[in-house]
T-cell receptor, first 112, second 116 residues
Framework: QKEVEQDPGPLSVPEGAIVSLNCTYS??????FMWYRQYSRKGPELLMY????GNKEDGRFTAQVDKSSKYISLFIRDSQPSDSATYLC????????????FGQGTILTVHP | GAGVSQSPSNKVTEKGKDVELRCDPI?????LYWYRQSLGQGLEFLIY????????KSGLPSDRFSAERTGGSVSTLTIQRTQQEDSAVYLC??????????????FGPGTRLTVL
């Protein structure tokens, strides 16, 4: 079993839709949860970061962490064609201090 | 200054050859990481360097892979006797420090390696 599981999609939605991206993880020692966005032929860039359980909102993006279920989510409201990218969840903490463990990535396409 | 840079951007090599991939981190960043991104595998951690400490090599897939960081700045990832399964995008990242796991890692654009 992988430490982090993420549905690779692909996911295709119309402009303006609410997008929900999810990951599950297996190691309860992880404490730091991140979402990266990666455009084609580019390196990943940090989108959202959350420590422990709870919600964090930044503009159209909301990250949620439920440590009891080992489940993390990223919601995108009013999705735009410019949001089309691969979204990767990443976790850190415990014995993997300093290195990130990534999910497989979900390919998202927002069509006009 | 500039972000993380990597060279070459693309590398095509023949099976059995050695390759060297270079990473220039953001100036002043003490931590440097190498990851590999393969189709269907996602991003896999390979190795990280923090200051003068011994590197964490726990992600290197075989002894054909090695990396060094000279002068606490530029890093080179070397793959000896390349195999077709080494074909992937190799990504480098750097961060200001490793004291906390929350440090933002800034990624370079990657080197796309193709082994024929």
């Amino acid at each position: 079993q992988k430490e982090v599981e993420q549905d690779p999609g692909p996911l295709s939605v119309p402009e303006g839709a609410i997008v929900s991206l999810n990951c599950t993880y297996s190691n309860s020692a992880f404490q730091y949860f991140m979402w990266y966005r990666q455009y084609s032929r580019k390196g990943p860039e940090l989108l959202m970061y959350t420590y422990s359980s709870g919600n964090k909102e930044d503009g159209r993006f909301t990250a949620q962490v439920d440590k009891s279920s080992k489940y993390i989510s990223l919601f995108i409201r009013d999705s735009q064609p410019s949001d089309s990218a691969t979204y990767l969840c990443a976790i850190a903490g415990g014995t993997s201090y300093g290195k990130l463990t990534f999910g497989q990535g979900t390919i998202l396409t927002v069509h006009p | 200054g500039a972000g993380v840079s990597q060279s070459p951007s693309n590398k095509v090599t023949e099976k059995g050859k050695d390759v060297e991939l270079r990473c220039d981190p953001i100036s002043g960043h003490t931590a440097l990481y190498w990851y590999r991104q393969s189709l269907g595998q996602g991003l896999e951690f390979l190795i990280y360097f923090q200051g003068n400490s011994a590197p964490d090599k726990s992600g290197l897939p075989s002894d054909r892979f090695s990396a060094e960081r000279t002068g606490g700045s530029v890093s080179t990832l070397t793959i000896q006797r390349t195999q077709q399964e080494d074909s992937a995008v190799y990504l480098c990242a750097s961060s200001q420090r490793i004291a906390q796991s929350t440090d933002t890692q800034y990624f370079g654009p990657g080197t796309r390696l193709t082994v024929l």
